[in-house]
């Protein structure tokens, strides 16, 4: 177990804009940074950090949390898990009451899954630099491929003997079990129950995911015999899952984000090749086709997307079917096409860096009319192909969700395809209305509930709110809502002195607590914080927000986070340009808290008077009836003196 001292000392030193920013492109908005949530799809930013609290919340599926929540629902770690992650990025040393090297590996299967991937990739390259063979042959083939030494020890490049089961019974002598061997994929069994290494006499490279540690590996044969396939990877399992992940972003995403555009190649050597190229930024799908997650994870960085495609006609071709989908997400997507027979690897090699990176800056163009020209040269002059072609790439148009670069790439294809603008727009319309057809009832793609203080989506909808009220409304308890109003004033205000008349200079939150003495609470999750509260208070302690919003409970500080955070700041246009000074809530606390209190207690006295009225017309004796409404007067005269406080009219 982590000391609690650790503990403090990590949630102090981590800061929320870096611990987020290593897997979000954040930019500045008012008082906060945004950007696109990473855990459910979206292409308009709705989540938010506020780098003052020390907190992340997306308006858009409801997730929050502190710096510690962020990586256990990213990384889907455990809280000590979480806690050694940060305590390695900020270099803090753990401090825990037990700590041993088999604790630690039966900490989770998981976590075991990761040890015994990250000691392969060290028993690799340690065959790689210092056996005979590795020397000879792994190292060998690496540097005849022109690849220099610090580019193999950056990506831990590595070699697999030649042997059944070297890997395998180097493993278990150090402990590792044969279950999590076969887990990843290291080890296969077979029909006699034993354990032989599944790359045998290959060159190895390590995929890394997106924090650093080692999930899988590729191994390429250095045989020429047809027989043996080319590459082997590993095979999914709890830790990879080739479809979510990079090969390179580990490396590549710093670059990403500072040059602003990622380069997509396929394949191991390209994206060595790139980087020996002085090219950073560039990632690689691993040889399978691209993912819709894999396309999330490089918009988590830049919008822009350069495709470095192999020379060869055939590829380039199968390839343009499968990108469209890189338009749908809203990314601009370049692409750089090499001299047939040259894919980036082959080609860095041939020319060298300078005039590597001289070629791609200067050959990338616009995936839309690259498409369009690939096309046209394969059409010749027939005429029904061109017709096909044509429809072909405003299909492609149509994925792009901007409308205003939808009509960039249309007025250029018409100089291009020698063909109206009109026809153009007219096709393009049709498709759009054809889709639009096809989608019965959308709905959006996000898992999670709103929370029920969000307005619908179709209020900010184009047109104003739904057509069906009933539905788009929020159903959720007047009531509740008041609850979280009173929470949010708790721990906004509640370390504050109370400096209004009758309070004694007592903090807000004592001022707050006394005056529920009376309330009872609907929502069970706001009674646990009150009674937290209450408790701390009666224990000689005044609780802080920080308490709440760092809350090991994710529920509470869930909510702290979302009653203490808005979607919206005010501009500071309001006084900057226009002089316009705008008072809030911190102007005036003693009437947010007393409005706060006294609209809940009138909320609860409705409730109370409704009840009551519905008992006075259900009871048939006289005298219980005159008793109940001598209960009703007296609760309606206290729901009169708290209106008249409030200022309300009410009719009758």
Not at 228 to 244: L, Q, R
């Amino acid at each position: 177990m982590i000391t609690a001292e650790t503990i403090e000392k990590i949630k102090e030193t981590a800061r929320i804009e870096e611990v987020v920013g290593d897997f979000v492109s954040l930019k500045k908005r008012g008082s906060s940074l945004i950007g696109n949530c990473p855990f459910h799809g979206e292409k308009t930013p709705s989540f938010h950090v506020s780098v003052n609290k020390g907190i992340y919340k997306c308006f858009g599926c409801g997730v929050a949390g502190d710096s510690v929540r962020f990586i256990m629902e990213h990384e889907k770690y455990s809280y000590p898990e979480a806690l050694k992650f940060l305590a390695t990025k900020y270099n803090i040393e753990v401090e825990e009451t037990v700590e041993s090297k088999e604790n630690i590996e039966l900490n989770s299967a998981r976590e075991s899954l990761y040890i015994v991937s990250q000691f392969a990739a060290g028993f690799f390259e340690d065959q790689l630099w210092n056996s005979a063979d590795g020397k000879a042959i792994g190292l060998s083939y690496f540097k005849e491929r022109g690849f220099r030494e610090d580019i193999i020890k950056k990506f831990n490049l590595g070699y697999s003997p030649d042997v059944w089961d070297a890997l395998t019974l180097e493993a278990v002598k150090n402990q590792h079990s044969e279950e999590f061997l076969e887990k990843t994929g290291l080890s296969i069994r077979n029909d006699k129950g034993k354990l032989y290494d599944r790359f045998r006499g290959r060159v190895m490279f390590p995929i890394h995911n997106f924090t650093g540690r080692v999930i899988g590996f590729g191994g390429r044969t250095l045989k020429t015999d047809k027989n043996v396939p080319k590459y082997v990877n590993s095979p999914e399992s709890d830790i990879y899952h080739k479809s979510n992940v990079l090969y390179g972003l580990f490396h590549a995403k710093k670059a990403i984000r500072d040059q602003d555009n990622c380069y997509l190649v396929e394949g191991y050597a390209d994206v060595l090749a790139v980087h020996q190229a002085y090219i950073e930024n560039v990632v690689a799908s691993s040889g399978t086709s691209l993912t819709i997650e894999q396309i999330k994870l490089i918009a988590r960085f830049t919008q822009n997307v350069t495709i470095l495609y192999d020379g060869d006609a055939a590829g380039i071709k199968a390839s343009l079917r499968g990108l469209d989908m890189i338009l749908e997400e809203g990314l601009n997507v370049k692409v750089v096409s090499f001299p047939d027979g040259d894919d980036p690897d082959s080609y860095m090699h041939k020319v060298g860096a300078g005039a590597f990176k001289t070629y791609i800056e200067e050959q990338r163009q616009d995936f839309i009319l690259y498409k369009a020209n690939i096309l046209l040269a394969e059409a010749g002059k027939d005429p029904i192909k061109k017709a096909g072609i044509i429809r072909d790439i405003v299909e492609s148009i149509a994925k792009i969700p901007d409308n205003i670069k939808a009509s960039v790439f249309i007025k250029e294809c018409s100089h291009l395809l020698e063909i109206e603008e009109r026809v153009l727009l007219t096709e393009l319309n049709a498709i759009k209305v054809a889709k639009s057809k096809k989608a019965v009832a959308p709905q959006r793609a996000s898992s999670f509930p709103s929370h029920p203080d969000m307005p619908p989506d179709d209020l900010f909808a184009e047109g104003g709110p739904s057509a069906e009220p009933e539905i788009a409304v929020s159903q959720v308890s007047s009531d509740i809502l008041q609850e979280q109003e009173i929470v949010r004033l708790l721990l906004t205000f509640g370390h504050e002195l109370a400096t209004w008349e009758q309070t004694d200079n007592m903090y807000i939150g004592s001022f707050i607590i006394q005056n529920l003495s009376d309330v009872t609470f609907e929502n069970d999750l706001c009674k646990r914080i009150v009674d937290y509260y209450r408790n701390e208070l009666e224990n000689g302690q005044l609780p802080t927000i920080n308490q709440f919003l760092r809350s090991e409970d994710a529920e509470i500080a869930n909510l702290a986070i979302t009653v203490s955070t808005s979607e919206y700041s005010l501009s500071e246009n309001w006084l900057n340009k226009h002089q316009i000074y705008v008072k809030d809530e911190t102007h005036n606390i003693k009437s947010a808290v007393l409005g706060g209190l006294y609209y809940l207690k009138k909320h609860k006295v409705d409730s109370m008077l409704t009840d009551l009225m519905n008992q006075i017309k259900d009871e048939k004796d006289v005298t219980n009836q005159e008793i109940l409404l001598g209960r009703y007067a007296q609760v309606k005269n206290v729901e009169r003196s708290i209106s008249k406080f409030l200022g309300s009219v009410i009719v009758k």
